[in-house]
């Protein structure tokens, strides 16, 4: 079925940077954006970005430009996104979500979250 | 960007209450409105696409209506299972974004 599977919690301290992971199964890699959006414990949602598998063209949050690199794997399905230069304020859940290029926009579904946490 | 405000920030209702979420866009987003379910340590779940549509597999005590800037979210009887909290979010254009969302909390 239909599913994104991130890679596994990570620490990490102050300015260093993250690589995270999201591998797509059971449909079409280049037929569906990718978007990152995180979560701050306790907070809301927060779009990062999206990238289009297709073409690999990407779109950031003007928050996050300069910080935030997403990239694709065609071969493999997988998308990924880094984030450097951590501050405490980044420790987060991050998720990937898909959403189609030729239909109505939403996303669904969603991977199941990433953990990164930003200490010294 | 376009900003989302979803009211109450969080409510408390009983098991079989109707229940109204309303979220107001910045703009007019005509009906790029999307409603997602998050329980605690889960990820979002998409309920309704396009302000009314249901998503395949979400029971149908879930309704969304609204055009333009206003939109809701219905729940026409609570179950257990619903306390959760919940976020519209605008697909009109770039950066997608989110309303602050709103807990709904056992009463």
């Known amino acids: 079925q239909v599913q994104l599977v991130q890679s596994g919690a990570d620490v990490k301290k102050p300015g260093a940077s993250v690589k995270l992971s999201c591998k797509a199964f059971g449909y079409t890699f280049t037929s569906y954006f990718m978007h990152w959006v995180r979560q701050a414990p306790g907070q809301g949602l927060e779009w990062m970005g999206i990238?289009?598998?297709?073409?690999?063209?990407?779109t950031y949050a003007q928050k996050f430009q300069g910080r935030v690199t997403m990239t694709r794997d065609t071969s493999t399905s997988t998308v990924y996104m880094q984030l450097s230069s951590l501050r405490s304020e980044d420790t987060a859940v991050y998720y990937c979500a898909r959403e189609p290029i030729n239909y109505v926009p939403s996303f669904d579904p969603w991977g199941q979250g990433t953990l990164v946490t930003v200490s010294a | 960007d376009i900003q989302m405000t979803q009211s109450p920030s969080s409510l408390s209702a009983s098991v079989g209450d109707r229940v109204t979420i309303t979220c107001r866009a910045s703009q007019s987003i005509s009906d790029y409105l999307n409603w997602y379910q998050q329980k605690p340590g889960k990820a979002p779940k998409l309920l309704i696409y396009?302000?009314?549509s249901l998503q395949s597999g979400v029971p149908s005590r879930f309704s969304g209506s609204g055009s333009g800037t206003d939109f809701t979210l219905t729940i026409s009887s609570l179950q257990p299972e619903d306390f959760a909290s919940y976020y519209c979010q605008q697909s009109y254009s770039s950066p997608r974004t989110f309303g602050q969302g709103t807990k709904v909390e056992i009463k």
């Open positions: 990238i289009n598998p297709s073409g690999g063209s990407t």
């Open positions: 396009a302000a009314s």
